[in-house]
């Protein structure tokens, strides 16, 4: 079983739409919960992060954690063209400077 | 602005030429990461250091060799590259302990290596 999964699409999205990406992990004592978005040839770029469960909204974007059930996802409100991008979904556990990355979702807006 | 910069952006390489990959900065962060990231693939973490502490992951091959002169700076040495090496590195960085709320870590703009 992988650490941290996600499923690798692609996921398309009408414009306009919400786009929602999921993400599970394995590790109970994992802590903090991240989202990076990349756009194809770039470096990650940080969305948000989360370490309480619970929703965290920064502008368009709401993180979702439960801890219960190993589970953080990502919701894109108003999508726009220029959200397509591959969002990667990491986590690490406390005391542990490392991030566990999963392989990313391909999101493609289509205007 | 604080930031992690790489250099050079694209390097190009010969089967076996040693090339060194660069990363400095502004953060002022305590860790610095190396990832090796194919096309399609996660990042993969090969080694990190932590303040003057190196920490290798156990699959990393040992044609990759990494330098921590000083807290701004981090090096990757690829001794022998082959073909299987190309790739885009990414450095990162994190501020850990002393009471960080969290290991956010910040990449730089990462070096698309070419190998011929």
């Known amino acids: 079983q992988k650490e941290v999964e996600q499923n690798s699409g692609p996921l398309s999205v009408p414009e306009g739409a919400i786009a929602s990406l999921n993400c599970t992990y394995s590790?109970?004592?994992?802590?903090?919960f991240f989202w990076y978005r990349q756009y194809s040839g770039k470096s990650p770029e940080l969305i948000m992060f989360?370490?309480?469960?619970g929703d965290k909204e920064d502008g368009r974007f709401t993180a979702q954690l439960n801890k219960a059930s190993q589970y953080v996802s990502l919701l894109i409100r108003d999508s726009q063209p220029s959200d397509s991008a591959t969002y990667l979904c990491?986590?690490?556990?406390?005391?542990?400077?490392?991030?566990?990355f999963g392989t990313g979702t391909r999101l493609t807006i289509i205007p | 602005d604080a930031m992690v910069i790489q250099n050079p952006r694209y390097q190009v390489t010969q089967f076996g030429k040693p090339v060194t990959l660069s990363c400095s900065q502004t953060?002022?962060?305590?860790?610095m990461y190396w990832y090796q990231q194919k096309s399609s693939q996660a990042p993969k973490l090969l080694f990190h250091?932590?303040?003057?502490?190196?920490?290798n992951e156990a699959d990393t091959p040992d044609n990759f060799q990494s330098r921590r002169p000083n807290t701004s700076f981090c090096f990757l040495d690829i001794r022998s590259p082959g073909l299987g090496d190309a790739a885009m590195y990414l450095c990162?960085?994190?501020?850990?302990?002393?009471?960080?709320?969290?290991?956010?870590?910040?990449f730089g703009p990462g070096t698309r290596l070419t190998v011929l």
């Open positions: 990162a960085t994190s501020r850990v302990g002393s009471g960080a709320s969290t290991d956010t870590q910040y």
């Open positions: 590790d109970r004592g994992s802590q903090s």
């Open positions: 989360i370490y309480s469960n």
């Open positions: 990491a986590v690490n556990m406390a005391g542990n400077e490392k991030l566990t």
């Open positions: 953060l002022n962060h305590n860790v």
């Open positions: 250091y932590y303040d003057k502490d190196f920490n």
